[in-house]
């Protein structure tokens, strides 16, 4: 990381983070299958310790000569967060999509008296912006409108928006679409762009009090694990509960457990075991 990223203030990445959420309320829904996607050697996530960071590596990469025309509009949030997730793909595909709204609708209908079940999926990478630092040589182009390098792959994945953080020189660069969006960090890297000094991903701060993660194990099963965080969140949450549930090819649940971290209860099997899943949440 430079020691340009380092110096960022907490009101230049809410600035950011406000503009990855804007975007969200206009997606329309597009049935079309994803694009054929090719595996890479990046390794799946990061490991911090005893815990998980969706910081992730990058996942699958996509066809690159694909445009962001030919992939889908995704407009449920969170079942497009837990597909993408779930494959570490590029995005999410029509078959996991829709599977995923319809176990969500079915868990929550079925245990109601469950409060965790109510919890929203969500990321703690944004999942249409991008964060790109330019020298200072380069930036006055870049603030003048006259910087082109990054203008063939702006089109092809659909950048909507560029909002400059002159200081800081700094491009967030927001999409019409959800990305799996360290692999598109890693395809803008790779094009070694002029003046370019670093691209991030633009990680959120903190430990989000909700959110649900998606195993999509064999056989067709999927497992979900509802999470819910109290006591000092913006840092990383002090206690957490859990409540885990199994779904079969045939869409039959079974509640498999509940876990929180603040009882003296050994952590259980059914929460171990599914580290897949964890990485994301």
């Known amino acids: 990381m430079t020691k340009n990223t380092k110096v960022l203030t907490m009101v230049i990445l809410m600035s ?35 815990d998980f960071s969706c ?15 030919e992939y889908p509009l995704r407009e449920n949030e969170e079942a497009d967060i837990l597909a993408m997730e779930a494959a570490t793909a590029f995005t999410s595909s029509d078959s996991l999509y829709h599977r995923t709204i319809e176990d969500l609708a079915l868990i929550r209908a079925e245990f109601i008296d469950d409060p965790l079940v109510e ?3 969500s990321s703690c990478i ?37 909002h400059l953080i002159e200081g800081a020189r700094l491009a967030v660069l927001r999409f019409k679409h959800r990305y799996f969006m360290a ?39 999927r497992y979900y694990i509802f999470k819910q965080g109290s006591g000092d969140c913006p840092a990383g949450c002090i206690a957490k509960s859990y409540s885990g549930y199994k779904v079969d090819a045939e869409q ?3 509640a498999i457990g509940q876990y929180n971290t603040s009882s003296a209860a050994t952590e259980p099997a059914w929460f171990t075991e599914r580290k897949q899943c964890r990485i994301f949440l």
């Open 16 to 50: 950011a983070m406000q503009l990855a959420c804007s975007s969200s309320d206009n997606d329309q829904q597009n049935p079309t299958e994803s694009p054929p996607q090719s595996p890479i050697e990046h390794p799946l996530a990061i490991v911090l310790g005893d």
């Open 126 to 162: 944004s999942l249409n912006t991008i964060m790109v630092s330019f020298d200072e040589q380069t930036m006055p182009s870049v603030i003048e409108g006259n910087y082109h390098d990054w203008q063939s792959l702006n089109e092809q994945y659909g950048v909507d928006d560029i």
């Open 252 to 254: 039959n649940i079974e």
């Open 55 to 69: 910081r992730t590596s990058a996942g699958v990469m996509p066809d690159l000569a694909t445009g962001w025309m």
């Open 183 to 221: 692999t598109l960090r890693d395809i803008y890297l790779e094009q070694s762009l002029f003046g370019v000094e670093e691209i991030s991903t633009n990680d959120m701060s903190g430990s989000p009090s909700q959110d649900i993660c998606l195993e999509n194990a064999a056989n067709s099963v």
């Open 119 to 121: 919890m929203k999926a």
